[in-house]
């Protein structure tokens, strides 16, 4: 007689969405859309081809991945398209940020997912370094945040929103406050997100078009 244990699965080694870790993952669900393919000359030439979705547990943060992988018995594999992740979708980090700020931004990002507290800390921490590097002045990061308004540097009304942001970062690290639950960690990331996004993707962005147009100009004159 069988035990009743089935032998757990794992995948090839992949990055996890919500926290980062890089490892096989547990296999669970899978769902398959194969079917067997005929050539329409000669019925007697067929193969199987479809897309095939699993979902996958991360050993760390035990949160699930949705995949999407394409399999035909006609493609070679090293051909086949490459499993495309359908869920947790991939926040692309915001262009333009100095290198510090970006990984700063990314460890938030591992964080988010598993633990609000932390997220807010580095969330707060994250802007803090902004604000040094923009060389905002003031007494914390409200008023520094102001100060890179009054300069023009974020829009005037982004400053009592990360009010609330800087509040709520509090709450994050002092226990004694309370604690943050997942509700508000998107509330964080898009204040966050807006003034990254501000301060150096919009300049960023500025800068690549005037290249791109200088260039035009040069092209022209030649």
């Known amino acids: ?3 009743g244990k089935h032998k757990v699965e794992f995948s090839e080694p992949m990055k996890c969405g919500h926290c980062g870790n890089y490892s096989p993952m547990k296999k669970g669900a899978t769902y398959s859309t194969v079917e067997t393919c005929y050539e329409e000359e000669n019925p007697n030439v067929h193969w199987d081809e479809g897309y095939i979705y699993k979902v996958l547990q991360c050993p760390s943060c035990s949160n699930l991945t949705l995949t999407e992988e394409y399999y035909s018995e006609a493609i070679p594999d090293e051909d086949l398209p490459a499993i495309k992740i359908l869920y947790p979708t991939n926040d692309k980090l915001p ?15 591992k964080v988010r997912s598993i633990d609000a507290n932390a997220y807010g800390v580095l969330i707060g921490r994250m802007l803090e370094m902004v604000c040094e590097d923009r060389n905002a002045k003031g007494r914390d990061l409200n008023s520094k945040l102001a100060d890179l308004a009054t300069r023009g540097e974020i829009p005037n009304n982004l400053v009592g929103v990360a009010d609330g942001l800087r509040n709520l970062r509090n709450v994050g690290a002092h226990a004694g406050l309370g604690e943050l639950t997942l509700d508000e960690v998107p509330i964080l990331g898009s204040l966050a997100k807006a003034i ?3 301060v ?13 147009l200088d260039e035009l100009k040069g092209k022209r004159k030649s």
């Open 196 to 198: 990254i996004e501000y």
């Open 200 to 212: 150096y993707s919009a300049p960023h962005l500025a800068r690549m078009a005037q290249e791109k």
């Open 95 to 109: 262009i333009g940020m100095p290198e510090a700020i970006s990984k700063a931004y990314e460890a938030a990002l």
């Open 1 to 3: 007689m069988g035990t």
